[in-house]
């Protein structure tokens, strides 16, 4: 069927055409009458629908024209009133003219000079010139007014009674201003009537507190009234900016009258009997503050509610805290932290809000400031009570997360939250109460495992990783503060400091096993990377154990024999529970113990010294069983290790390694302190003779034969045995006493000296290479294979 409007062909079934949209006749010989009558009625209320929703597509397209002349700095597009549309060609030549003329094109301006702001100056114009300015401006004004007051009074132009009328009229012309402007000039309206308001606080605290013109009952009723409007004002037009800047005027107000009551006292500061009707003044504004912040959640607008209440009391605390008492004080700081309580958390509770991180915020800045404050003021009088302080504090925020949850599943996030700050304070109000003792590392390790066994037995994620933070204070306390304890009349392992270490080590350990045991139900963070949570435990408690043992044992030679054996059961341990980082920490301990051996347990005092029979020898001996058995552990169960830890030289062939060093290095040392402390007990004159001469000779020559029996002994396993590793190192070895025999023997030893190291040398040498021929096979693999 060919369409009357576009001459395109469409199928006969066809109502509208596919390419323009315009109705198709229908063929009355195809079509029952009935039929056709129903059809024309269906058609003629989809053609209905279509005129409306083409009517209200051409007025949103007038309407974003005009936003875009807006924003780009155009003149302002009149919204033309929509025409009726007669019938289906003239739907269809609307659709076409809008399809023609696309929303982009938007009649612009003729080029001026100098070129015209860019829609970024142009905002940054309105933002500055229209708000920030007008704000400011307003600031400005109300200081400006106070000093000018002020001068007026001193210059006895004002009496006090035409001082504070003049503030109130100033402040009812304002507001009435701003609401005259707020709707052709909001932002400038807002400003305005905000300074208002701080004018009409200013006026009617000074009637009050520093003339008495008005009774007590008057000034609270007129000072709720200002608070109530201000509400009103901020909740009728919507604007956060009128509330900040009118509480900003409200807190401000006292420092103002502090400095004009120079003039009214001659002391420049409020008199002492004004300090009371000061706080209420801080608890009517509040009061307000807490009624606005129910249905609005302003956030920014409580800070500055919260920190000028705050600074206001700190203020009024300076001058008046020593002549009101603990008592009021604490009273007064307690009912402005109840306030914000509710003025951070009611309007989630009351509307079912979700909470944001803001809000978190403004309950952390709220309980914190709250505290510290309050433990500056107890410290002094109520120190053994401050610890039963943060307790209530934490029974408070508890409370309030049981009754948050019990309101709606909405603020689930609130409730935790609340949960989560009630155990922080649990947390502080055990070192304030034990002090700075080892207990309070207990004590945190007991809390920390319980909220980690309550998280994974109730499926709280966030009880989980606040147990975490409680192991890193735990860990920091016990690493940098317990194990510099000093305790001068304690035994090793039977003082309070040993007992925080032994707690600390079965609580963490006992972690890592909860972690490992229900790692399923982990999130993908915690359990599926290589350093995953539950390992990290396991090795934290390790190290707890490697630090203990030094803190109790210090500086000798049965912390080195403590270390080995961990670091075996450590190695032996990562192997039979399969936790490869047991075995990275168990490397890490060893290496200590290498340093240990080299650079401590090494030296010995020679006036003391037997031979074999000394501690050096045992933590040596000991060291190296360890180091020996490790490296046998890894080399049976070498199939399971890390693929860089199966390399040839990599991790059990260093150990073999390195015992035989040690055990060469233990030796060498023996041999030496041996002929040493001979030396020692001659005098230095007869040093150079020929028993002192003989004796030097013999330790030069001690160390040559011993490194080359031992390389000796080492080739021959290597041989027989077919270890390529042992072969190599045995050959590096036996390399030391040759080059030593050339190089250095051969001109300091005396003669006879000389004559048995290189026989012996030689006789070695022929023993090798008699090895060599006799096991030529292994030698072959060796070379050939390697």
Not at 579 to 604: E, H, K, N, S
Request: hydrophobic share 55%; glycine share 8%; proline share 4%.
């Amino acid at each position: 069927m060919q369409c009357p409007n576009c001459q395109q062909d469409n199928e006969p079934t066809n109502r509208f055409c596919i390419f323009c949209g315009a109705l198709l006749p229908v063929l009355e010989s195809k079509q029952p009458l009935e039929t056709l009558d129903a059809d024309i009625g269906t058609l003629t209320e989809q053609v209905q629908e279509l005129r409306q929703e083409v009517s209200r597509l051409s007025t949103l397209i007038d309407l974003m024209n005009n936003r875009l002349a807006t924003i780009e700095g155009l003149k302002e597009v009149p919204t033309p009133t929509p025409e009726p549309i007669p019938a289906t060609p003239a739907v269809q030549a609307t659709i076409t003219e809008r399809r023609e003329s696309p929303v982009s094109e938007v009649p612009t301006t003729p080029v001026r000079k100098p070129r015209p702001p860019t829609a970024i100056e142009q905002e940054w114009e309105q933002i500055l010139g229209g708000n920030w300015l007008a704000r400011i401006g307003v600031f400005l004004l109300i200081i400006g007014m106070g000093f000018f007051l002020k001068y007026a009074f001193e210059q006895n132009w004002l009496g006090p009674t035409a001082r504070v009328i003049l503030g109130t009229v100033a402040g009812l012309g304002m507001v009435g201003g701003g609401h005259y402007w707020h709707i052709r000039y909001p932002i400038f309206a807002q400003a305005i009537s905000g300074g208002g308001i701080a004018l009409l606080y200013l006026s009617i605290f000074a009637a009050f507190a520093f003339f008495g013109l008005i009774g007590f009952y008057l000034a609270i009723g007129l000072l709720l009234v200002i608070s109530v409007a201000s509400a009103l004002l901020s909740l009728r037009y919507n604007a956060m900016a009128l509330a900040i800047i009118s509480i900003i005027g409200a807190f401000i107000a006292p420092f103002i009258l502090a400095v004009s009551a120079v003039g009214v006292s001659g002391t420049g500061a409020v008199q002492a009997g004004q300090s009371f009707w000061l706080l209420v003044y801080i608890m009517v504004v509040d009061i307000g503050v807490l009624w606005l912040s129910t249905f609005r959640n302003w956030r920014w607008f409580t800070l500055l509610s919260l920190l000028g209440s705050l600074a206001v009391f700190g203020v009024w605390h300076d001058r008046f805290g020593d002549e009101v008492g603990l008592l009021t004080s604490m009273v007064n700081l307690t009912l402005i932290f109840l306030i914000f309580v509710g003025a951070t958390t009611l309007y989630h509770i009351v509307w079912r809000r979700v909470s944001q991180a803001f809000d978190y915020t403004l309950m952390v800045v709220n309980a914190t400031s709250y505290f510290g404050i309050s433990y500056a003021l107890l410290w002094d009088d109520l120190r053994a009570w401050i610890g039963g302080f943060s307790l209530l504090l934490a029974l408070f925020y508890g409370g309030l997360a049981y009754g948050v949850i019990r309101r709606g599943t909405e603020n689930v996030r609130l409730s935790l939250f609340a949960l989560g700050t009630a155990l922080v304070f649990l947390t502080v109000a055990i070192p304030v109460q034990l002090g700075d003792r080892a207990w309070t590392t207990i004590a945190w390790a007991a809390q920390a495992t319980i909220l980690l066994w309550l998280s994974l037995r109730l499926r709280m994620p966030l009880l989980r990783f606040f147990s975490y933070a409680v192991y890193i204070i735990m860990v920091v306390r016990l690493l940098f503060i317990d194990a510099g304890m000093h305790l001068p009349a304690a035994q090793p392992f039977l003082n309070e400091r040993f007992l925080a270490f032994l707690i600390s080590i079965i609580s963490t350990y006992f972690a890592g096993y909860l972690l490992w045991r229900e790692r399923n139900i982990l999130s993908e963070t915690e359990q599926t990377s290589w350093w995953s949570v539950y390992p990290i435990f396991l090795i934290t408690a390790s190290l707890f154990f490697t630090v203990a043992m030094h803190t109790e044992l210090g500086n000798s030679i049965w912390t080195t024999i403590a270390w080995a054996t961990q670091g075996t059961l450590l190695v032996w341990g990562s192997l039979r529970l399969h936790v490869p980082q047991f075995r990275i920490y168990g490397y890490g301990v060893f290496a200590a113990v290498a340093i240990r051996l080299l650079f401590f347990d090494t030296t010995v005092d020679l006036r003391t010294f037997t031979p074999v029979l000394n501690e050096r020898f045992l933590s040596f001996l000991i060291s190296i069983i360890a180091i020996s058995l490790t490296g046998y552990l890894l080399w049976r169960q070498k199939n399971i290790l890390q693929e860089w830890e199966e390399k040839i030289w990599s991790v059990y062939p260093v150990f073999l390694v390195a015992a035989n060093f040690f055990s060469i290095w233990l030796l060498s040392v023996e041999v030496w302190g041996h002929f040493s402390k001979q030396l020692a007990t001659l005098a230095p004159w007869e040093l150079t003779e020929p028993m002192g001469v003989g004796l030097q000779s013999a330790r030069n020559l001690s160390l040559t034969s011993l490194w080359a029996v031992y390389a000796a002994i080492l080739l021959f396993v290597g041989i027989t045995r077919r270890l390529r590793p042992v072969r190599l190192a045995a050959l590096g070895l036996l390399a030391i006493p040759i080059v030593k025999v050339f190089a250095y023997d051969v001109w300091v030893l005396d003669a006879v000296y000389q004559i048995i190291a290189f026989i012996s040398l030689g006789i070695l040498l022929v023993a090798s290479g008699y090895l060599y021929q006799r096991y030529q096979k292994a030698i072959t693999d060796f070379i050939v294979k390697g």
